[in-house]
Nanobody
Framework: QVQLVESGGGLVQVGGSLRLSCAASGRTLSNYGMHWFRQAPGKEREFVAAITWGGGSTYYSDSVKGRFTISRHNAKNTVYLQMNSLKPEDTAVYYC???????????????WGQGTQVTVSS
């Protein structure tokens, strides 16, 4: 069992920055990939970024590459998403997710947080 709790969402102006946190608890995460997905109103949930827990390899969607940085602090069982140069189209509920390895399909990810709202004001 893995429990995930996101925090750090809020309202930010265009061009601003925000850091999201995902605190994980439960079983050992050494073989897991940690992910961020987001879902804007009326749209499908989409992949944002991922990191392997053990090796720290990172993966990004083209829409956030160069602006967002995913990282992890293993001892704290916490994953972060540093978001810079925010745009209105980044507005969404951001979800932390965990799976064995890196997954891009929603159906293949068994563990999800409740989400945290990020609103970028234009």
């Amino acid at each position: 069992q893995v429990q995930l709790v996101e925090s750090g969402g809020g309202l930010v102006q265009v061009g601003g920055s925000l850091r999201l946190s995902c605190a994980a608890s439960g079983r050992t995460l050494s073989n897991y990939g940690m992910h961020w997905f987001r879902q804007a109103p009326g749209k499908e949930r989409e992949f944002v970024a991922a990191i392997t827990w053990g090796g720290g390899s990172t993966y990004y969607s083209d829409s956030v590459k160069g602006r967002f940085t995913i990282s992890r602090h293993n001892a704290k069982n916490t994953v972060y998403l540093q978001m810079n140069s925010l745009k209105p189209e980044d507005t969404a509920v951001y979800y932390c997710a965990a799976a064995r390895g890196i997954e891009y399909r929603l159906d293949n990810i068994p563990y999800w947080g409740q989400g945290t709202q990020v609103t970028v004001s234009s």
